[in-house]
Every structure is written in C-alpha cells, then in structure tokens.
C-alpha cells in the first residue's frame, strides 16, 4: 500500500514568517501533486511536479521533488493569512492507479 | 459547465439509518472518486469509477457502504445502518482519464453528522 506522509500536521506561523511541509513515502511516484483546501471546500491543484530534482515556483511557494521521487515540499516565503488553509499531497498509485492524498498539513497564518 | 457538484451540503441522521448521497461530475469527466475526510486530515480514499465500472473499493470500507454510477454520469454513495463513527465529510472528484498528472476537481462536499 502507498502511503504519502506528510509533516508537520498542523503549523501556526506569524504573518511574514517562512515555512516548509513536506510530504514522504517509501514508494516511487511518477509524479506528485500539491492541493490546497479551504474550510467548507474541496481540495484545488496548486502545481503537479513531474521530473526527479524539479523545483516548480508559484509567487512566493517553491514545490520540489524529490531525486528519488520518493518526496516533495513546498516551501511558503513570507506567509500571509490568505495561505491560512490544509495543503495535501497526493499521487497516482496502487494496481488501479487511483489516486491518493497525504495525511495533510494544516496552516494558521496569524496577522 | 459549473464544476463537480455534491448533493445535499449537509446530512443529520439518526444512528441506524440509511443515507444516500448524490455527486454530479464535470460532464466529460470519466473517473470519479469519493473520499471520506475528518477535520484537519487529508482525504481518505473510499471507491472509484471510471466510467460505469467500479475499479476498486478501499478494503478498509465495510459492507455497509456501496456505490453506483450506473450510466457513467452521475454517481450515489449509499451507507446503510449508520454509524456515529461514519460521520464526516463526503468528497467527490472527478477527473479525465489520461496521464498521471490528471487534475482531479472536487465538489465542496456533503457533511454527515451521525447523532
């Protein structure tokens, strides 16, 4: 069974402050996504990282992947209280190829 | 097309009863999913679908739960004799079949409260 652990589960940070989660298994991901979810919504994508060592920017969150494609993380600089939220990994696996999420990330960013 | 939609929003049943619950995928979508999630946690896998075919139930499922998406539209999960311990939220996704890099896009889920 493929599992993706994700570390730390739960972050209260100050406005401005940087952080990283990450996310690890034991198994090989041809790719791994990264999902943001806000309370009383579903998950939406952030980014997909694809290639082994690929480091994927969107403003100020930085998303590696692993050489191994065993792991990711996504780095936040200068966190604002509109990142407030619970950020997931997640990948296809498993014999049917579905897909599946980490354990979560819950983040409080406080003004 | 306005995306994944979940119906209802929010369910409060009495333990023992039966529930049934509906998702409505983004129309060209072929696989569905449903995921059961506790506060705080990510999204535990429960069954999906490509198209009308059920391609696995999570094996830590129990006999009480079942679901169908018999025209390879829309798609009910259906637990039966509830349980105090089967209340969370209800996640529907769905997606395209292609590469692993798929989006999935979720419905904003239905809340069971089990009292």
């Known amino acids: 069974t493929q599992l993706l652990e994700q570390s730390p589960q739960f972050l209260s940070i100050q406005e401005g402050e940087n952080l990283t989660v990450y996310c690890n298994s034991s198994?090989?991901?041809?790719?791994l996504q990264w999902y943001r979810q806000e309370p009383g919504e579903g998950p939406v994508l952030l980014v997909t990282v694809v290639t082994g060592g690929e480091v994927k920017k969107l403003k100020r969150l930085t998303f590696q992947f692993g050489d191994a494609r065993k792991d990711s993380s996504l780095h936040i600089t200068a966190a604002q209280p509109g990142d407030t939220g619970l950020y997931l990994c997640?990948?296809?696996?498993?014999?049917?190829?579905?897909?599946?999420f980490g354990t979560g990330t819950l983040l409080a960013v406080q003004p | 097309d306005t995306g994944v939609s979940q119906d209802p929003r929010h369910k409060i049943t009495k333990r023992g009863q039966n529930v049934t619950f509906r998702c409505d995928p983004i129309s060209e979508h072929n696989r569905l999913y449903w995921y059961r999630q506790t506060l705080g946690q990510g999204p535990e896998f429960l069954t999906y679908f490509q198209n009308e075919a059920q391609l696995e139930k999570s094996r830590l499922l129990s006999d009480r739960f079942s679901a169908e998406r018999p025209k390879g539209s829309f798609s009910t999960l259906e637990i039966q004799r509830t349980e105090q311990g089967d209340s969370a939220m209800y996640l529907c996704a769905s997606s395209l079949r292609g590469s692993e890099n798929t989006e999935a896009f979720f419905g904003q889920g239905t809340r069971l409260t089990v009292v």
């Open positions: 198994s090989v991901f041809s790719s």
């Open positions: 997640a990948g296809y696996g498993g014999a049917t190829n579905k897909l599946i």
